[in-house]
């Protein structure tokens, strides 16, 4: 009887103890599994732009700053991994089809992103236009050292702007919506260029702002690449020496625009900066102005990323009214 008790006590005790050993086991394969998953990333080293960029595990939480790269994050499926944005003050909303998903995304900074900010968010990943990084804002070398790898957007060719979409799908392991985006990139331009063939170039003033002169884009600024493929000519594409430019309202004049380019953002309006061109006494006597030959476009559409092909298609109706696109 007691040999009995004995065992029947000893089988009661293994009983009991298999779910705890078996809940125990289950964490220990949760975290093998989680570590078996970052094992397999195979660590990626990219140039960008002359610095050499090593991404050593999936990033977890990212931050978009800019919003055209916050554009590319989105429309590559990667929203959930988007931990914070800025320069929406640059900004005038997402393409429709992205605004569902943007009003997930939380803001860090509305203007440019601040050290402390970046620094406290928790991020391990930041894909950003190149506005917000040197000597007046984020210290890359800084940001390293507490774990964040950043990857910046700069690109001033086409190319450069499909490679940094096929490194953002590389490292966030989604090659094929990058591939696959990049493609209808291309064919969008290619339609346009196909229906644009054989026209004159169109003469193009870009016009951010004005004071003292107007601030613009030069020929080393990606948005005279997007002018170009769009069937215009910047007017200002011979000066390169920095992508933003402020030239004379008399060189201006001098030049002889056909169009004006005007960007929109969140302040001075579009009105505002029109009724502005056209109270100054040197700009007023451009045959664009009196003729109101004007082209709108958000700023956020002249930068690198995800709108390409989107930008050159409405910088071409504008410059070429009289083409169906």
């Not at 953002?168 to 209808?184: L, N, Q």
């Not at 008399?250 to 380019?261: F, G, N, T």
């Not at 579009?270 to 030959?293: C, F, G, M, P, W």
């Amino acid at each position: 009887m007691k040999k009995r008790f004995v065992f029947l006590a000893s089988v009661l005790i293994f009983t009991l103890t298999l779910p705890s050993c078996s809940r125990k086991n289950e964490g220990k394969t949760g975290e093998a599994a989680e570590e078996q998953a970052a094992g397999d990333f195979t660590p990626l080293t990219f140039d960008n732009y002359g610095r050499i960029v090593t991404v050593t595990k999936r990033p977890k939480k990212a931050l978009a700053l800019g919003p055209n790269c916050a554009e590319t994050l989105v429309a590559l499926g990667l929203t959930d991994y988007i931990a914070g944005t800025s320069l929406r003050n640059h900004s005038r909303g997402p393409l429709p089809e992205y605004a569902e998903d943007f009003k997930k995304i939380p803001e860090l900074n509305h203007g440019s992103a601040t050290r402390e900010a970046v620094i406290s968010s928790g991020a391990d990943f930041i894909y950003g236009i190149d506005w917000e990084f040197g000597a007046d804002g984020l210290d890359i070398d800084e940001l390293s050292r507490y774990g964040i790898t950043v990857y910046v957007d700069a690109a001033q060719t086409l190319e450069q702007a499909y490679q940094e979409i096929t490194d953002i799908g590389e490292i966030f392991g989604v090659e094929d919506r990058a591939v696959a985006f990049v493609a209808d990139q291309k064919a969008r331009i290619a339609s346009v260029r196909q229906k644009i063939a054989g026209k004159a170039p169109v003469k193009v003033l870009v016009y951010d702002s004005g004071n003292d002169g107007v601030f613009t884009c030069s020929g080393a600024n990606f948005e005279t690449l997007l002018i170009n493929e769009a069937g215009g000519k910047n007017v200002f594409d011979d000066l390169k020496e920095k992508a933003w430019i402020t030239v004379s309202y008399e060189e201006a004049l001098k030049r002889s625009p056909d169009v004006i380019i005007i960007h929109d953002y969140d302040s001075p309006s579009v009105e505002a900066k029109i009724a502005e061109i056209k109270a100054n006494d040197t700009l007023s006597q451009l045959e664009a102005v009196k003729n109101n030959r004007f082209v709108i476009i958000d700023l956020e559409s002249v930068l690198p990323g995800g709108r390409i092909a989107y930008s050159i298609e409405k910088l071409a109706m504008g410059l070429h009214p009289n083409i169906a696109f």
